[in-house]
């Protein structure tokens, strides 16, 4: 997989906490929390167009490298983002402090990828069950998607185990191997019938 650890945002410290926060929205910027082992929580400010070019890479599961003014870089998280509902401005940040000793968990995104021959050969469709996985990392192992490959949905009825995925090296699941991530599901009697039916309709 990619190596991400090149991703860098910078921020400032923010002194303006409440409701001027709105001015600096209008100036370019989004207020943002970093939170931290043991310390108390740092505000800061962070230009919405740098964001966003490292949001769209990183999600919520690749770590990124916060330099805020002249103070040493720490690794974070972006732990959680709120929009605007209507116009999908960014209004807050949420930054979460990496230990990179220490085991984390995240929520990492399913990439699906392939051609399923259930589907092109029989005409199954493809349910895929979920779209993300709680796994356990140190935060230099943590993967920024883990691909699901649907080749192997070779015939109706196959199904695809979180067990079947290649994870990264120092990457736990937590949770059941068992679990589906995607199956390939037959037609129903009542689909083929249908399409008997319009294949022998006379043309118009």
């Given at each position: 997989m990619k190596d991400d650890r090149s991703l860098t945002l910078r921020a400032e410290p923010r002194n303006?906490?409440?409701k001027p926060a709105k001015q600096l929205r209008k100036?370019?910027?989004?207020?943002?929390?970093?939170?931290?082992?043991?310390s108390e929580s740092v505000?800061?400010?962070?230009?919405?167009?740098?964001?966003q070019k490292v949001y769209q890479k990183a999600g919520t599961s690749t770590r990124?490298?916060?330099?805020?003014?002249?103070?040493?870089?720490?690794?974070?998280?972006?732990?959680?983002?709120?929009?605007?509902p209507i116009s999908g401005t960014f209004l807050h940040v949420e930054?979460?402090?990496?230990?990179?000793?220490?085991i984390?968990?995240?929520?990492?995104?399913l990439r699906f990828v392939g051609e399923a021959p259930a589907a092109r050969v029989f005409g199954a469709a493809i349910v895929t069950e979920r779209d993300h996985l709680r796994v356990a990392a140190l935060p230099a192992d943590l993967p920024g998607h883990i691909d699901v490959d649907l080749s192997a949905l070779e015939a109706p009825l196959d199904r695809i185990r979180v067990g079947d995925l290649p994870l990264p090296a120092g990457v736990t699941v937590l949770g059941s191997p068992d679990e589906v991530v995607a199956s390939a599901v037959p037609k129903s009697k009542r689909e083929e019938a249908a399409e008997a039916a319009a294949e022998a309709e006379p043309a118009a």
């Open positions: 303006v906490l409440g100036a370019g910027l989004v207020p943002a929390s970093v939170y931290r082992h043991g505000h800061v400010t962070v230009a919405v167009p740098e964001f990124v490298q916060l330099c805020i003014g002249e103070d040493a870089a720490m690794q974070v998280l972006v732990h959680k983002v709120d929009r605007h930054l979460l402090e990496l230990r990179m000793s220490e984390t968990t995240v929520d990492v995104p």
